[in-house]
């Protein structure tokens, strides 16, 4: 490992260790020349390969003529940002650094500043960081209306970071939090660094063909409402987790009775959500071109609004969430022609001449069953006085 590159003399040594740390001396005649070699060590846990989430662990040693200087550590991101480190061991020697939580966005080179007062030193390291994970948010939140084709999408870093070794994954759904999982569909990586997808559940659901790279994806091409839940995609290296949500709320809207609107009548429409909702999200109903009155708002986190209407046009539900409308659904209450109306009026006045003449005629059926009932009461009663006064006339 050493070698002296002439002409100027110069002693290479390659493939340094903390061993080699020590004073190396020149001699020419009665020359003498002295360099003290002052060696860093930076390992970092495992292999600078990490999935989002997890907590890396930098260890610098350090080796020299004693005796060893304190040394003050300062770590730069990928971002050049000044990292929160929280140092865990300090003996001179060895130097253990626990780092934040890694994102996706962490991947890249990072520095390792290195410095000391006596004897002056001023050194950066430059380190590795890759970091497989997912580029949407912690939990991401994403509004369907019933019949929609709802795509729901995960995109992965590891084309970005060119990350080689294979990983694996699966992508399931749940209901709510404490149901059992559905397993949708299983993915792994080629050699080539495409993802591959094995479809796994009965679940109608579909497997878009074209697709980014990199980008794990299904497609619910006609959403129910009970297809509402959390959908998790989950990677697995080397015995390690990481994971990323999407809740899908699906939102209805229905009218009760559901035919046309007659004049002077009501309706009520019902607007409903299938999953909770966030603080500071509400629902709300209006009618298109209408006016203040014709507004109506749920409290906040409320997952079902009825309103009681009495005019025709088309009415909007909007689901609202920090003034932001996330999704809106449309209802068209048409007006029952004037014709229907009239056969609903004729119908009440026929109905009710009817129940007039059905209630006369039980009146005249009643006291004409009533009479009949006085007049044989009347007979029985004179039947008897016969009977006695025959009896009467027999005794004398």
């Known amino acids: 490992r050493f070698d002296i590159k002439a002409p100027q003399k110069q002693l290479q040594v390659r493939n340094l260790k903390l061993s080699d740390a020590g004073i190396y001396t020149c001699e020419y005649g009665s020359h003498k020349v002295r360099t003290s ?3 860093f060590e930076l390992t970092l846990s ?3 390969h990490f ?13 020299s003529v004693s005796p060893l200087p304190a040394l003050n550590i300062t770590l730069f991101d990928s971002n050049n940002k000044r990292v929160t480190a929280e140092l865990q061991n300090k003996n001179h020697q060895k130097y253990i650094v626990s780092l934040k939580k890694l994102e996706a966005m962490d991947s890249g080179t990072w520095v390792c500043q290195v410095r000391s007062d006596s004897p002056l030193i001023n050194q950066n390291i430059s380190f590795a960081v890759k970091v497989l994970g997912f580029q949407n948010p912690d939990l991401e939140r994403k509004y369907a209306a019933v019949d929609s084709t709802v795509i729901l999408s995960w995109r992965l870093n590891s084309q970005k970071i060119k990350w080689k070794e294979g ?4 992508l399931s759904w749940k209901q709510q939090e404490g149901a059992n999982a559905h397993e949708l569909f299983d993915f792994n990586v080629t050699a ?3 993802l591959h997808e094995t479809k796994k559940s009965s679940f109608l ?3 878009p063909e074209r697709k980014p790279e990199s980008t794990v994806e299904v497609k619910l091409p006609k959403v129910h409402f009970n297809h509402s839940g959390q959908y998790q995609c989950q990677l697995e290296y080397q015995g390690r987790y990481a994971q990323s949500k999407i809740e899908l ?3 209805k809207v229905s009218a009760n009775p559901a035919g046309p609107l007659s004049r002077g009548a009501n309706m009520i429409l019902t607007c409903q959500v299938s999953g909770l909702l966030p603080p500071g999200a509400y629902l709300s109903w209006e009618r298109v071109n209408g006016t203040e009155m014709d507004i109506k708002n749920s409290k906040q986190q409320e997952v079902k609004l009825e309103v009681n209407i009495s005019a025709a046009g088309l009415w909007s539900c909007h689901l609202i969430e920090d003034s932001d409308r996330k999704i809106s659904l449309h209802y068209l209450v ?8 009239y056969v609903i009026i004729g119908a009440i006045v026929g109905g009710s001449l009817l129940a007039f003449a059905l209630g006369c005629l039980c009146i005249i059926s009643g006291i004409s069953w009533r009479r009949r009932r006085q007049r044989a009461k009347r007979m029985a009663q004179a039947r008897q006085h016969l009977l006695e006064n025959k009896t009467c006339q027999c005794q004398q």
């Open 37 to 39: 070699l002052h060696i």
């Open 46 to 48: 495992l292999d600078g």
């Open 51 to 63: 999935l989002q989430n997890e907590v890396p662990e930098l260890i610098l040693m350090q080796n």
């Open 167 to 170: 990983f694996t994954g699966q």
């Open 192 to 194: 080539q660094g495409q």
């Open 205 to 207: 659901f579909e497997i």
């Open 249 to 251: 709320v699906v939102m």
């Open 334 to 341: 048409e007006e029952a022609p004037v014709w229907i109306n």
